[in-house]
């Protein structure tokens, strides 16, 4: 069993804007002694230690716990919790006293299929879209399915795509080579081996994330990110151009609804099933009229949702994640900032198709007033360069999130790099 101690080692698995949030907040703690993250990027290089392995590299993983005396790993993406991280400490004699914030693989399913999460909301009778799911052998029928549909048709690959594997389309024929693309000519790899197709809901997206122990659970700040690469919600879909919280038009009417009709019977469900569960649970939900519905689980903090509700988190982190470890999480009161929080990404140009790296990124040290998350960036040379799509994340407090975003906006003009491109008009919606 994990055992609290005075001062401990943590290591973060990622390399994200949300890994670089999470150890941000971590270090704050001064029950954090040594702070660790495999492999991170140019943020947590000056806060951490960056250790060069990579995130599913189990075996390497394990060196770097057991040679830095690590007892707590906190699992930023998805891929190695899918891939069973969780597990593997469990499994092992050296390292199954190490706390491992994160849930284990049958629970990660919830992320890695959405065929998987799908058969869960129906099986505990949370509220969900209709669906149905197909392979490269029932395409026909798939076919048949998008015709008894109204438009727009809602196709997503059943496993791990990035972000990036939700396709909506306003035409019948459009969705049916959408569909022939994904299953036969398999547009995403493995991931779209199996395509979930469902009925469309016309609504108002926001994010809900909840810690849970396994028993006990605290619902955080809501969120609403804004996935598309143009200005009013058009273009491509990316892994996150900007995000808000709280969210304006989740009042405390529609919240209760939230966690009554979904937050209770997802951590009751999980417990009902045996999915092992000691991490954070992100709901990704539409409000539709005034009641809430899923649209898919996360298994893991969104990103970059992340960026703005760890900032509005008063409490100790090391702490919050200790009591999870423990399954005390009832005994922690949750604080949280009454201020909204704002975060815009800059990104490279042309992302999220082709983009060119290691463009050198000038102006972070004339930044006031926001904290600058770095994500697809490294240190080269003794300069910042980009080495991603999502370069960076500029978060911002205000008393109302028009005044935080205002912030944000006014320091992004003094960052650049070449090509940097960012969305001018997060929040436009509320």
């Known amino acids: 069993m994990y055992k609290q101690l005075q001062r401990m080692n943590i290591l973060i698995l990622g390399s994200g804007g949300r890994e670089h949030t999470i150890a941000w907040k971590l270090k704050q703690s001064p029950k954090c002694s040594s702070l660790f993250v495999a492999p991170g990027n140019s943020g947590t290089a000056q806060i951490a230690k960056n250790v060069p392995v990579s995130v599913t590299d189990f075996k390497a993983i394990k060196e770097v716990v057991l040679n830095n005396n690590i007892t707590m790993v906190v699992v930023g993406p998805e891929d190695p919790l899918v891939q069973g991280v969780h597990d593997f400490f469990l499994a092992d004699e050296a390292l199954k006293n190490v706390a491992v914030i994160g849930p284990q693989q049958a629970a990660a399913t919830l992320e ?30 798939g076919y048949a399915f998008l015709e008894t549909l109204n438009p727009p048709y809602v196709l997503k690959a059943d496993g791990l795509a990035a972000g990036k594997g939700v396709v909506i389309l306003n035409d019948l024929n459009d969705a049916k080579t959408e569909l022939k693309s994904m299953l036969v000519d398999a547009k995403f ?28 659970y605290k619902i955080l700040p809501t969120a609403k990110d ?57 709901i990704g939900l539409i409000k539709v009229g005034d009641d809430p519905k899923v649209i898919e689980y996360n298994v893991r903090l969104g990103d970059p949702e992340t960026e703005v509700v760890l900032p509005r988190l008063k409490n100790d982190l090391v702490e919050v994640f200790e009591a999870v470890a423990n ?4 005994k922690i009161d949750v604080e949280i900032d009454q201020r909204a929080a704002t975060t815009v ?26 904290i600058v998350f770095h994500a697809g960036a490294q240190e080269k040379d003794g300069k910042i360069v980009t080495s991603g799509g999502r370069v960076m994340a500029i978060t911002s407090y205000g008393e109302t999130y028009k005044e935080a975003i205002k912030k944000s906006y006014q320091n992004i003009e003094k960052l650049h790099f070449d090509k940097m491109n960012y969305r001018k008009d997060i929040g436009f919606d509320l």
């Open 112 to 141: 890695g299929s959405k065929e998987f999460a799908k058969q869960f909301l129906f099986r505990h009778n949370i509220p969900t879209a209709a669906y149905q799911s197909f392979d490269a052998q029932t395409v026909d029928k």
């Open 189 to 216: 790899g493995q991931a779209s081996t199996k395509v979930v197709i469902e009925e469309f809901l016309d609504g108002i997206e926001l994010s809900c994330f909840v810690l849970t122990d396994g028993k006990n």
């Open 226 to 282: 804004y996935k598309r690469i143009g200005e009013g919600d058009t273009g491509l879909n990316t892994g996150g151009m900007g995000a808000i919280s709280p969210v304006p038009f989740a009042n405390e009417a529609f919240l209760n609804k939230v966690e009554e009709r979904i937050v209770k019977p997802t951590i009751a469900g999980l417990q009902k099933d045996n999915l092992p569960y000691k991490g954070f649970v992100f």
């Open 327 to 330: 399954q005390s999480l009832d």
């Open 345 to 370: 990404m800059l990104v490279s140009g042309g992302y999220p198709e082709a983009y060119e790296k290691g463009k050198v990124i000038t102006g972070i040290e004339t930044i006031e007033d926001s």
